[in-house]
């Protein structure tokens, strides 16, 4: 295999490379995650916010799972193959030489909380919208520092609309994620209420603080005045008594040792 068809060691690099492949087959793959917040977020990339990224992800259509094995092979990765054969939502690719892997979710994105994407693909070019991309993060149960981070960076660098509009967080969207799942709502507005704590830690300075916690508070705003489904007041009558989310298996190791395997 020449050099040109391998995996690139800057990570920034190979997402671009894995795009561009994507685009020239006509195959629709966009980034979500960390890259996905680095792309569209410039404070994700300076202190305080900047924080280590070790992977890729992506999402794409599940019909053209074909189509993305094979990209994928020209691209000079090796497929996980149990967890691909098992998984039909899913699949894992290997970056043997940098050690690194991508994800690729199909149609939907499901992880403590599953969000279908099918209909969201075609309203961005390199990733997912920003109030998905937000939403990916908020749905996180045990949320952790870096996750916070990118959460922040989301915030600081985009203003919350009442709708779509460019560049912007779509708080009429999130709400209506929120509206119909209380499942989804009690994670948002639980990780909502926490960004306040993590903030001090952080080392923001004042006007990032405040531009962060005014645009999480319209946002909370937005989800508690939007009308709530039958099904989410039913949900709501049972509160914490039931679990209302998943918690992921532990994943392995970025690149399996014995690689051929699972």
């Given at each position: 295999?020449?050099d040109?068809?391998?995996?690139?060691?800057?990570?920034?690099?190979?997402?671009?490379r894995i795009?561009?492949?994507a685009?020239?087959?006509?195959?629709?793959?966009?980034?979500?995650?960390?890259?996905?917040?680095?792309v569209?977020?410039?404070s994700?990339?300076?202190?305080?916010?900047?924080?280590?990224?070790v992977?890729i992800?992506?999402?794409?259509r599940?019909?053209?799972?074909a189509?993305i094995?094979?990209l994928?092979?020209?691209l000079?990765?090796?497929?996980?193959?149990?967890?691909?054969?098992?998984?039909?939502?899913?699949?894992?690719?290997?970056?043997?030489g940098?050690?690194?892997?991508v994800?690729v979710?199909?149609d939907v994105?499901e992880?403590c909380?599953?969000?279908d994407?099918?209909?969201?693909?075609?309203l961005e070019?390199?990733?997912?919208?920003?109030?998905?991309l937000l939403?990916?993060?908020l749905?996180?149960?045990?949320?952790?520092?870096?996750d916070?981070?990118?959460?922040?960076a989301?915030?600081?660098?985009?203003?919350v609309?009442?709708?779509?509009?460019?560049?912007?967080i779509?708080?009429?969207?999130i709400?209506k994620l929120?509206?119909?799942d209380?499942?989804?709502?009690?994670?948002?507005?639980t990780?909502?209420?926490?960004l306040?704590?993590?903030?001090?830690?952080?080392?923001?300075?004042?006007?990032q603080?405040?531009?962060?916690m005014d645009?999480?508070?319209?946002l909370?705003?937005?989800?508690?005045?939007?009308p709530?489904?039958?099904?989410?007041?039913?949900?709501a009558?049972v509160?914490?008594?039931k679990?209302w989310?998943?918690?992921?298996?532990?994943?392995k190791?970025?690149?399996?040792?014995?690689?051929?395997g699972s």
């Amino acid at each position: 295999m020449s050099d040109s068809a391998l995996p690139r060691e800057s990570l920034d690099e190979e997402a671009e490379r894995i795009l561009q492949g994507a685009e020239a087959k006509g195959i629709t793959l966009r980034l979500l995650g960390g890259m996905a917040v680095s792309v569209r977020c410039p404070s994700a990339s300076r202190p305080p916010l900047s924080r280590r990224r070790v992977d890729i992800d992506v999402v794409g259509r599940r019909r053209e799972t074909a189509k993305i094995n094979q990209l994928f092979k020209e691209l000079g990765y090796k497929p996980r193959e149990r967890f691909n054969a098992l998984h039909g939502s899913r699949l894992i690719f290997n970056d043997i030489g940098n050690q690194r892997r991508v994800d690729v979710f199909l149609d939907v994105f499901e992880m403590c909380h599953k969000f279908d994407f099918r209909d969201r693909l075609a309203l961005e070019q390199k990733t997912i919208p920003l109030s998905d991309l937000l939403s990916t993060k908020l749905q996180i149960v045990e949320i952790n520092e870096k996750d916070v981070k990118d959460i922040f960076a989301i915030l600081l660098d985009h203003e919350v609309s009442e709708g779509a509009e460019p560049d912007g967080i779509d708080a009429h969207h999130i709400s209506k994620l929120c509206a119909e799942d209380w499942g989804i709502y009690k994670t948002f507005t639980t990780n909502l209420d926490k960004l306040a704590k993590y903030a001090e830690g952080i080392g923001l300075d004042p006007e990032q603080n405040r531009r962060i916690m005014d645009r999480a508070a319209k946002l909370r705003n937005s989800i508690e005045a939007a009308p709530k489904s039958m099904g989410w007041k039913m949900r709501a009558t049972v509160g914490e008594r039931k679990r209302w989310y998943e918690l992921p298996e532990a994943d392995k190791e970025v690149v399996d040792s014995a690689v051929t395997g699972s």
